[in-house]
């Protein structure tokens, strides 16, 4: 490899590298404070924010690959036009066209792995991901408590807090519960709290010597109840049927099905979907081909202007892709056509803006000067 490809391939890896890890960062620190929120909100338990955060960000490496790539290429060809080492280049017999085979040789593995990614480890991620969920909503109101922690369950309606169990044989200690219905706003008190399941497979929460005050909210209305032993529903067979029939649904959602089964399925959503993953890798490379025209600037122009214009080629270029996969969703859109389209056009405005860059334009004449 001559000493132009070297250098070329050595400094795109290093800014890849450096453009990664940050994205990688900030993804991570936005999708960790977000999950943390549902952990406290109790949407899901804060034993699974860690696995959560590893199989979400499994699912986004595509697409931040790609925008690494992009961005490494662009930077790379900018900052050797702006310190005028193309200059060098460009005498020793070189041209823009040149720079197709280090990137290619940077952007052809980079497309493949994003292809494994978006083909299998994407969907497989979010199978996972489904059912971190569906595992946590399917555990009883009991097994969300946790000692020491406010946790709300059924969108708010229920709210409890118990403490850790005085006895060895009591299942929980002292517990608070604040149940809202249709009518009355409750406040239950108990010293200890057990699970029963029954016969048809109801289970409840029975509480032991305990006190309820009942309210209804705007109104004077008032009840106190004392008791030794207080049972309250925490899922019926009825409520878990309905669950399953949710989890299975949500099973089904098109992003966490495996490739080959959408192959087999001759629906238009399924084809939306594989439009999708064969387009992100195909986007890798156009974008790092793109990156090249867009990064031959004039060294005395402004910075600013050249990287938004480049952002802003990127931004309509995966915008596009949405579109065509929603109008493929839709049935607006053949999917032979929609498969190709945005990547061809992208491709020609590649050619086109090497072809500006490439072509040697004639002199200009200057006025009041006449020729021979």
């Keep these: 490899m001559s000493l132009f490809k070297r250098s070329v391939v050595s400094e795109i890896l290093s800014h890849a590298g450096v453009v990664f890890s940050t994205l990688l960062v900030v993804w991570l620190s936005v999708l960790l404070v977000r999950l943390l929120g549902e952990a406290a909100n109790g949407s899901i338990g804060a034993d699974v924010v860690f696995g959560l955060a590893t199989f979400s960000s499994i699912t986004a490496l595509p697409v931040i690959l790609s925008v690494s790539l992009f961005i490494a290429v662009l930077t790379t060809v900018t900052r050797n036009f702006r310190e005028s080492e193309m200059v060098v280049w460009f005498a020793s017999g070189l041209s823009l066209k040149d720079w197709l085979g280090p990137v290619l040789r940077c952007a052809v593995p980079v497309a493949v792995l994003i292809g494994v990614l978006t083909l299998m480890a994407s969907p497989w991620a979010y199978r996972q991901i489904s ?97 030794e032993r207080y049972g309250v529903r925490l899922e019926s067979k009825a409520d878990a049927t309905t669950a399953e029939a949710v989890r299975r649904e949500a099973e089904r959602q098109i992003k966490a099905r495996p490739t080959l089964q959408l192959l087999s399925d001759n629906t238009d959503n399924a084809r939306s979907q594989i439009m999708w993953r064969l387009a992100l890798p195909l986007a890798a490379l156009n974008l790092a081909m793109l990156a090249i025209p867009l990064g031959a600037v004039n060294p005395r122009l402004g910075r600013s202007g050249d990287f938004l214009i480049a952002g802003l080629v990127g931004l309509l270029y995966m915008n596009l892709i949405n579109l065509s996969r929603g109008w493929i969703s839709s049935g607006v859109l053949d999917f032979r056509l929609g498969l190709w389209l945005v990547h061809a056009v992208f491709a020609a405005l590649m050619a086109y803006m090497m072809w500006r860059k490439l072509r040697v334009r004639p002199p200009r004449r200057q006025r009041g000067v006449k020729t021979a």
Excluded: C
């Design 131 to 227: 059912e971190y969920r569906q595992r946590y909503e399917q555990r009883s109101d009991l097994s969300k408590v946790s000692a020491g922690q406010f946790i709300e369950t059924e969108e708010g309606a229920r709210v409890f807090f118990t403490e850790e169990p005085k006895n060895p044989d009591e299942e929980m200690g002292q517990i608070v519960a604040r149940v809202l219905d249709e009518d009355w706003l409750s406040v239950i008190t108990a010293d200890s709290a057990h699970v029963e399941t029954e016969a048809n497979g109801d289970r409840f929460l029975v509480l032991s010597s305990g006190h309820r005050y009942d309210l209804k909210p705007g109104k004077p209305d008032f009840r106190l109840v004392d008791f």
